[in-house]
């Protein structure tokens, strides 16, 4: 493998006694220690000139990130506002002069939040910050009181089945009480040593102790939700910290018939506190969600027309839908108006590319990766004809890891595209070619198993995976304009350097090295997508 570090650092400065001796040295140390093309002025070519000047000087981020996010909001598949998305960027392509479709590839279970209400009414009133999960039942817009207890110590599944008459009527959580509400990163900054360890030795214990009470009922964590609603309960309450203040993972609900709500780290803490100590804490739950049975579930495709080569694509990969626990800000609205404000300014600044230049807009990546897959398998003739996939779906940082994604000519192709981007943008990029295949965790990957060269612009942290992924946190404040504006010169840099390559490239795959069991690891193939589904 290649590993390529446009970092520069600095030379450490001299003393006189040897001046001479030493700045020889250090000319020669800096000669050894950089390309060429790294220590001359670069040059831009116009095109990324305008690309540039553009970005930064007419910079359309803010004004679509507002768009989505306060306007259209979450983008759950199944939802209205599912069908909104498309409908707003169809019409700001229109804008710009670049046609846009709607693709439909299946269907889904149809749901629509409306409004929620859950209130603690016992022993003392209070508001309780909670949501709905994902396609979650209702109560028919009425308020439905009940007492909330927990799950019981039982000896086996025997135990268990005689006790479930008791949830009838009541809210049960199912979710394991959290010892503390501070990431380990604020303990580690804080915290005495033997209090540290002595709070991951108590959640440890009581990690396990909760895993041993799920398995003593006999029925995995999963079918816990139906097997209570089955019994009677008037909802499901979980926790799903995220280890982050204030955030917790928000997916879907497991429920036909009773609501699924998950609440706050605090006060499901007191809900459980309370239950555990005798004081029979009581709820009152209203919602008014809708099921809208089966809806498309669909893909929302844009193209500027090749001239030269109008059967041959670049493709700009961002999936569209999201969870609902937020707006979906980082996941995925940062990809999706990275994806269109780059369209936006090529229509503007290379309005007639060698290439057709697609901008894929995925449906339904959260239920795994079903509108890439689609379309890979319904357009056979767009994929064999495909330069190169750039995919954008990890956060709002700019861009930090190019990986090749297992093709043994990565390394020439790319170098020379990113070559062509401003180096302040790609001095701190790090690149490993040829990399390897990536495995499914976002929509490159459909285009990889298809042996197309598809790149994933894996970006900075900036607390993705604790702070925003899938939580509630995901919102706009979290967006790091900056950073996207360095995501949208690049990607338009490569994507115009893709476009007008002579021919295209070498799609040679590497061979794999052996897997954990010593057995020859296979590159990854099509899979089907889900064309039809009813949730979670």
Partial sequence: ????????????????????????????????????????????????????????????????????????????????????????????????????????????????????????????????????????????????????????????????????????????????????????????????????????????????????????TGVSANSLPRILEDAGAAGILSSYWSREFGSNKIFGSRTTKVPSLDISLEDYGILYRLAENGHKPRIKVETDSKDLGTVPTFNTIAEIKGTEKPDEYVILSAHFDSWEGGSGATDNGTGTITMMEVARILKKVYPNPKRTILIGHWGSEEQGLNGSRAFVLDHPDIVEKTQAVFN????????????????????????????????????????????????GGSDHASFVAAGIPAFMMSSLSWGYSTITWHTNLDTYDKLIFDDLKSNVILIATLAYKASEEPELVNREKRVLPPGRDGQPQQWPTIRQPRRTGVGY
């Fill in 1 to 216: 493998m290649v590993h390529v570090n446009f970092l520069r650092k600095p030379l450490p400065s001299a003393k006189p006694v040897a001046l001479s001796l030493l700045l020889g040295l250090s000319s020669l140390t800096t000669a050894f220690a950089q390309p060429q093309w790294m220590m001359q002025e670069q040059k831009l070519e116009p095109i990324v000139e305008q690309i540039v000047a553009e970005a930064n000087n007419n910079s359309q981020l803010e004004q679509l990130a507002h768009e989505l996010l306060d306007v259209v909001g979450p983008r759950l598949v199944g939802t209205p506002q599912m069908k909104n998305a498309h409908d707003w960027a169809v019409d700001k392509y229109k804008g710009w002069g670049i046609e846009a479709r709607y693709e439909e590839f299946g269907e889904w279970r149809g749901w629509d939040r409306g409004i929620s209400h859950i209130d603690m009414v016992y022993p003392r009133v209070k508001t309780l910050a909670g949501t709905q999960l994902a396609w979650s039942p209702t109560t028919g817009g009425k308020a439905v009181e009940g007492e909330v207890i927990t799950l019981p110590d039982v000896r086996d599944s025997v135990a268990f089945k005689a006790w479930l008459p008791n949830v009838k009527g009541k809210y049960v959580l199912i979710s394991m009480p959290q010892p503390t509400g501070r990431p380990d990163h604020n303990w580690e900054q804080f915290g005495r040593p033997e209090s540290i360890e002595k709070m991951k030795k108590e959640r440890d214990s009581l990690t396990a102790a909760w895993n041993q009470k799920i398995q003593a």
């Fill in 392 to 439: 954008q779906d990890n956060g709002t940082g700019r861009v930090a890891n190019l990986n090749g994604s297992g093709f043994l000519h990565a390394y020439d192709f790319m170098g020379r595209w990113m070559a062509a981007a401003p180096r302040d943008i790609t001095r701190d990029i790090q690149t490993d070619y040829p990399g390897s295949p990536g495995g």
